[in-house]
């Protein structure tokens, strides 16, 4: 059974940058040999092609080689104090500047929240999640994130609206390699590896993740759960 799940993520990912690949060097080739006869509307329009896909070869190996070293044990991890809501807001800016036409509905605790964990793993797992949201809101173009306490976690809530998650899937969503049909539509790409990165980055900062989703209502909600910040954690190590 792994055997063929890697069988068909190495399928995967071939197609993945096979497809990438393909368009830039298409594109560069067409600016080329036209290049005297493309209008800069044209030009613009290619060249923006060309830095998407590449973006998205750089995104793939990344998640390649976050997989490789959470395999290994060999990711480092740097506690520290982070404020919560701060982090959020600097997320939710960065994933907007690729996702321009959502809205981004920012309900933060008001309370001051602060967690000890690692600040770029926490902003990785953040944008990794508040991009899916996007990708796979369908017609919804409105994403809801709330940042709150419960007990010994900050909690961020990252929720979009017009798809759902069946409940056998939700056991095995963050498994690597594995993907979602009900969720990801044939019109996303990706490798499948996105989740499953963000839950061993959670895992390792002794926090948790959790989904609920309902087809009745149509939407998806992801939690993610960071112990809150004390002075006597400091003393403890994160697990690596």
């Known amino acids: 059974m792994e055997k063929n799940i890697k069988e068909e993520f190495i399928s995967t990912l071939s197609h993945e940058i096979r ?3 393909t368009s830039i060097k298409g594109f560069s080739q067409t600016m080329l040999s036209s290049w005297d006869k493309l209008s800069d509307e044209k030009k613009k329009e290619f060249l923006n092609i ?3 896909q590449s973006q998205r070869l750089i995104n793939l190996v990344e998640n390649v080689l976050n997989v490789a070293k959470i395999d290994s044990d060999s990711e480092n991890f740097i506690p520290v104090k982070i404020d919560v809501n701060q982090i ?3 997320c939710i800016n960065i994933v907007q ?5 959502f809205i981004f509905k920012f309900e933060q605790s008001k309370n001051k929240l602060f967690s000890l964990a690692d600040n770029d793993k926490t902003q990785q797992i953040l944008i990794n999640i508040l991009d899916n949201a996007a990708k796979y809101s369908n017609n919804s173009k409105v994403i ?10 900050n909690i961020f809530s990252i929720k979009n609206y017009g798809s759902y998650i069946k409940d056998e899937d939700i056991k095995k969503i963050f498994d690597k390699f594995y993907r979602v049909e009900s969720y990801i539509s044939s019109a996303t790409q990706g490798s499948g590896l ?3 990165i963000a839950k061993n980055l959670i895992d390792k900062m002794n926090g948790k993740i959790e989904v609920i989703s309902s087809k009745e209502e149509m939407f998806c909600e992801f939690q993610i759960y960071l112990p809150v910040y004390e002075v006597e954690k400091l003393t403890k190590n994160i697990k690596i």
Do not use: C, V
């Not at 809801?144 to 976690?153: G, L």
């Open 50 to 52: 060309i830095l998407n």
């Open 144 to 153: 809801e994130i709330k940042t709150f306490n419960k007990n010994d976690y």
């Open 194 to 196: 996105g989740l499953y």
């Open 19 to 21: 497809t990438p690949l």
């Open 88 to 90: 959020t807001q600097n």
């Open 97 to 101: 500047m690729a996702h321009k036409d």
